[in-house]
Nanobody, 127 residues
């Protein structure tokens, strides 16, 4: 059974940084692309970033490009999201997601490309 457990969320002031982690188990982590999504109150879940199998390809939402960095450590079965220069509009529950294969079949930002999700970790950025 695949399990994804996020950690590292919290309360931070605008301009600050946080690093989220996602510990994966239940399948060969290195064989899959992985993503981060977020969901603010009253809004739909939205794409944040994706990293391919092997880590050679990374893509980000325009809203976080240049501030957030996605990475993976296959030896530790862990996905990361380094978040810098945080803004109040980054406030949301952040979810890691396990892709359906080594590479996405269509739109990597689409929820259907992912088959397992973590429970989420809250990030709150105060102004």
């Amino acid at each position: 059974q695949v399990q994804l457990v996020e950690s590292g969320g919290g309360l931070v002031q605008a301009g600050g940084s946080l690093r989220l982690s996602c510990a994966a188990s239940g399948r060969t982590f290195s064989d899959y692309f992985m993503g981060w999504f977020r969901q603010a109150p009253g809004k739909e879940r939205e794409f944040v970033g994706v990293i391919s199998w092997g880590g050679s390809r990374k893509y980000y939402a325009n809203s976080v490009k240049g501030r957030f960095t996605i990475s993976r450590d296959d030896a530790k079965n862990t996905l990361y999201l380094q978040m810098n220069s945080l803004k109040p509009e980054d406030t949301a529950v952040y979810y890691c997601a396990n892709g359906r294969g080594r590479i996405w079949s269509g739109n990597y930002a689409g929820l259907r490309e992912y088959d397992y999700w973590g429970q989420g970790t809250q990030v709150t950025v105060s102004s």
